[in-house]
């Protein structure tokens, strides 16, 4: 089955992802707490699921508490990496586009 029409944007209103100018072959939802952190602040989660044609998307699991904060996470092909996050429960969106 393919997707379509699925936009982000940054903060500045710039466009990040267009699907509708391309087809999304897999949408895969995750729940994942962060563990503990290792050397330089950083957590690392083996996620098989983000290949070289992912898009990641992270929130929180509660956007309505003011007083959570997402950490910064970024994402390379089979992991991500969650700076100063230990123990928060995060929901990960994987796009996967063709």
Same mark, same amino acid.
């Given at each position: 089955?393919?997707?379509?029409?699925?936009?982000?944007?940054?903060?500045?209103?710039?466009?990040?992802?267009?699907?509708?100018?391309?087809?999304?072959?897999?949408? $895969? =939802?995750? &729940?994942?707490? @962060?563990?503990?952190?290792?050397? %330089?602040? *950083?957590?690392?989660? #083996?996620?098989?699921? $983000? =290949?070289? &044609?992912?898009? @990641?998307?992270?929130?929180?699991? %509660?956007? *309505?508490?003011?007083? #959570?904060?997402?950490?910064?996470?970024?994402?390379?092909?089979?992991?991500?990496?969650?700076?100063?996050?230990?123990?928060?429960?995060?929901?990960?969106?994987?796009?996967?586009?063709?």
């Amino acid at each position: 089955m393919d997707y379509y029409g699925a936009r982000t944007k940054n903060a500045s209103g710039v466009v990040t992802l267009e699907s509708s100018i391309m087809t999304v072959r897999s949408i $895969i =939802t995750r &729940q994942v707490t @962060v563990p503990p952190i290792t050397s %330089d602040f *950083t957590s690392y989660l #083996a996620m098989p699921e $983000i =290949t070289a &044609q992912s898009f @990641v998307c992270v929130t929180l699991p %509660d956007p *309505t508490n003011e007083n #959570a904060v997402l950490p910064s996470v970024f994402w390379s092909t089979g992991q991500l990496r969650v700076r100063r996050g230990a123990g928060l429960v995060l929901n990960v969106f994987i796009l996967t586009y063709q």
